[in-house]
Nanobody
Framework: QVHLVESGGGLVHPGGSLTLSCQASGSDFFTADMAWYRQAPGKQRELVSTISSHGYTYYRDSVKGRLTISRDNFKNTVYLQMNSLKPDDTAVYFC??????????WGQGTQVTVSS
């Protein structure tokens, strides 16, 4: 069973930057399409960005040009570089396999707070 551990969150001012990391245990990572999700207080979890096993990427409109997803298959790790952060980016960020029907067990997530 895959175990996901997210890290790298924190408190930043608007316009600041953070890099999130997500390490996955197990051998399934190499062939998995991966994604970052986020959940703001009182809202449903939403898809932020995806990266396929071949490196193709997707971003939701509100983060295009500011967030960059990448992966290191040798380290079983997916990253989310976050620049020009806005208060609306405040949320708990999770990574997981990009699968609507069979995600892996969710990790604890990492809190990102953007505030002046």
């Amino acid at each position: 069973q895959v175990h996901l551990v997210e890290s790298g969150g924190g408190l930043v001012h608007p316009g600041g930057s953070l890099t999130l990391s997500c390490q996955a245990s197990g051998s399934d990572f190499f062939t998995a399409d991966m994604a970052w999700y986020r959940q703001a207080p009182g809202k449903q979890r939403e898809l932020v960005s995806t990266i396929s096993s071949h490196g193709y990427t997707y971003y939701r409109d509100s983060v295009k040009g500011r967030l960059t997803i990448s992966r290191d298959n040798f380290k079983n790790t997916v990253y989310l570089q976050m620049n020009s952060l806005k208060p609306d980016d405040t949320a708990v960020y999770f990574c997981n396999r990009h699968s609507a029907t069979s995600p892996w067990p969710w990790g604890q997530g990492t809190q990102v707070t953007v505030s002046s």
